[in-house]
Structure formats: structure tokens, C-alpha cells
């Protein structure tokens, strides 16, 4: 598993709430990271509200949860897979474990536990949970 520079896992607090979808993300990311020789790169997971409008997120990202991680294969420009062959490959796993994967902008997959809306019901009531 290779992590971007500055990419980071959630705040103990969350951890605590979402230990079960953290555990369903990282069982899937390391299959395939296992199938895959360890170039499962993470791009994001946790992002504080600065840091994801730096990154252009929606304003209630999952990745303000850390209920999101964003991945590549390989550290660009040696990319393994590019978006549409990883995407149709993470899909049937994805589903296996209840999750959901869309393309995201920046050529990363992004795969989130929670139903989408969600993070939006969640953070109306528990903003702290944003980190
Ligand atoms: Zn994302």
C-alpha cells in the first residue's frame, strides 16, 4: 500500500463510530492491493474541512467522515491501471462488502461506506464529526 504525501486516516473519535466501515474499505483494499503487489495507492481518506475544500469536495463529503477513501494503482506517471479498468475491476468487490464506488474527478476511484446523503444527515446534527 503506498500512501500520497498528505493523504491521513481519521481522528480517534471517528475511528470509534466508524470502525465497522473503515474495517469493509480496508478489507477491500487489501485484496486487492495483495492481488495487485502492494501498488494500491491511497489519495485520500480523511479530510478536514480546509483540506477538502483545498481539494474541491463536496460539502458533505464522506471524506469529512473518513467513511471515503480515494485510490489509484501504481505512483504516476507508472500508473498500473488506469480509471475505467480499475473502476470495473473494484465494482463486484465493492458490492460484495455494501459499498459504493464511483469515478472521481481527479482520475482516482472513490469508494464510501455509508449510503450516499448520509454524510449530509450525519454532519447536520454532529458537525464535530468532521474532525
Ligand atoms: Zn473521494
Do not use: C
Request: net charge positive.
Amino acid at each position: 500500500m503506498i500512501w500520497k504525501a498528505g493523504a491521513h486516516g481519521p481522528p480517534n473519535l471517528n475511528r470509534f463510530y466508524f470502525g465497522a466501515e473503515y474495517n469493509r474499505l480496508f478489507s477491500l483494499l487489501a485484496r486487492l492491493d495483495g492481488r495487485l503487489g502492494g501498488q494500491v495507492r491511497i489519495t485520500a481518506w480523511h479530510r478536514n474541512p480546509a483540506e477538502n475544500r483545498a481539494a474541491g469536495g463536496e460539502r458533505f463529503s464522506q471524506h469529512l467522515l473518513g467513511t471515503a477513501i480515494d485510490f489509484t494503482l501504481g505512483t504516476p506517471p507508472g500508473s498500473l491501471l488506469l480509471q475505467p479498468q480499475l473502476f470495473a475491476a473494484v465494482v463486484p468487490l465493492a458490492r460484495e462488502r455494501g459499498l459504493a464506488a464511483v469515478k472521481s474527478g481527479s482520475g482516482a476511484v472513490h469508494l464510501q461506506a455509508l449510503p450516499f446523503g448520509t454524510a449530509e444527515r450525519l454532519l447536520g446534527f454532529a458537525p464535530w464529526l468532521s474532525g
